[in-house]
């Protein structure tokens, strides 16, 4: 199972606070192998269309992936992190509903891949 988080840099360091080269480079390493991989993927608040294109372009010719698993991202301190007077960039973070998690499994799955949730 590898964790992809997001294909763009910029938008894997706030979520990570490191740069996703190695990431991505091991991503292709594991395709050059043929190594089976199941994909995860965590659907936080600013997860939109135009990244997820990318991120099914980055994806789409990996015959080794056999699924993308997405995750719904819900962390606790999203709804009160200020009251608590916790301000990280996880209170960016909020749990996605039904109808979202279905447009963008229908996203990925136009790449070819098994999406499930």
């Not at 372009?57 to 709804?79: A, G, Q």
């Amino acid at each position: 199972m590898l964790d992809l988080k997001q294909k763009w840099t910029t938008a894997f360091t706030k979520t990570s606070c490191v740069p996703n080269k190695r990431v991505l480079d091991f991503a292709r390493y594991l395709h050059q192998r043929g190594q089976k991989t199941w994909i995860l993927y965590v659907v936080v608040r600013y997860t939109d269309g135009v990244l997820l294109i990318y991120y099914g372009e980055f994806i789409k010719d990996m015959d080794n992936i056999e699924k993308v698993e997405l995750l719904p991202y819900h962390h606790p301190w999203s709804t009160n992190g200020k009251q608590h007077g916790t301000i990280t960039h996880w209170s960016m973070l909020i749990h996605r509903r039904r109808e979202t998690m279905e447009t963008i499994k229908e996203i990925l799955s136009s790449y070819g891949k098994k999406v499930m949730y």
